[in-house]
């Protein structure tokens, strides 16, 4: 396969184009710029936190924004330590690496800090699927760490196939307010206590994501997490890819029909949030999820 | 007939036979999809998903995975 620009030999071709290597480079900028210029995801003089795992995407991200915004912008990076031996003392160590390489200042929060255990704790004394606990402590702990830095954003790097994953997930659950949340301004904006999410790469896929990152001569990890294939979400992952390979451009479809539903449905979901009884944050119910898991945890 | 040496995940290097000798074939006989993997070779070449493989490749297969 030849390169649609220079006819140069391709290394990708996915529903974005086929492209060498440089011209794959500057699509996968100019798609992540536009959505951050079309979607008003960052206004000059705001500070972004980067979500930073020290993964090959949020590097990538953290890459892309000190590149072109750290100029216009203060870009931080905050890193959540959720205690998985072997694997984030390893992305740590990576992103602790880049972000001094980047110019970017971190902090990192940890799951020990805020609940007493790390994942490799929590799986020994509670049954059931690990994401389900590590995303409510992980998300609770990004938008903490994004007031105690004094973010305007919190930029995260979920990219099309994890927006097409929530998607299809959330259809399947019958989960309408999730929907209506989702896409490259995600969360509830404008809501005292919760700092709003964007999502600069909604449009690229993970296989475009990881050669970006290793084309930029990122070394980053190239593993799953270790608990990662237990959820649901990582049967949807391989079903969405088959789809996708079958089909091109399934995804963005996918991804596109959730944007309308928010849509419809207004800016901030269907559902008004209320302050948690105990930490005070942003909640749907009188005690958050997180603050409901840790006491759960702190009981064992 | 070409052979071609694979090496997924770190894993030990598999041998693996084509008819046809392109990427789509090897894909199909890993199992996967052009969607969930990076094909490398050892001399640096990234395949494409109907690119012709040469007799005695070395090929490394990247899984695509979510988050870090």
Known sequence: MKCQVCRDKAVISSYNGTFCAEHFKKSFESIALDTIKKYKLIEPKETIAVANSGGKDSLSLLYMLSKYYSKSNNIMSITIDEGINGYRDKTIEIMKEYTEKFGVEYKIFTYKDFVGKGMDDIVKVRDGIPCAVCGVFRRYLINAAAIEMKADKVATAHNLDDEAESMMMNLLQNDLDKIARSGPRSGVMDQDGFVPRIKPFVFLSEKETMLFSLLNGINAIHTPCPYAGFGFRGVISKKIKELESLSPGSKKSLVLKAMEIREKAGVNGSKPLIKCRICGAPSSNEVCDACRLKEELLAV | ?68
């Open chain 2, 1 to 68: 007939m070409i052979k071609v040496f694979v090496e997924k995940d770190g894993s030990e290097t598999k041998e693996i036979s084509l008819q046809t000798g392109t990427t789509s074939e090897l894909i199909s006989k890993l199992g996967t999809n052009d969607d969930s993997v990076l094909l490398i070779d050892r001399d640096g070449t990234i395949y494409t998903k109907d690119s012709k493989i040469g007799n005695k490749a070395n090929i490394k297969v990247i899984e695509v995975f979510s988050g870090g």
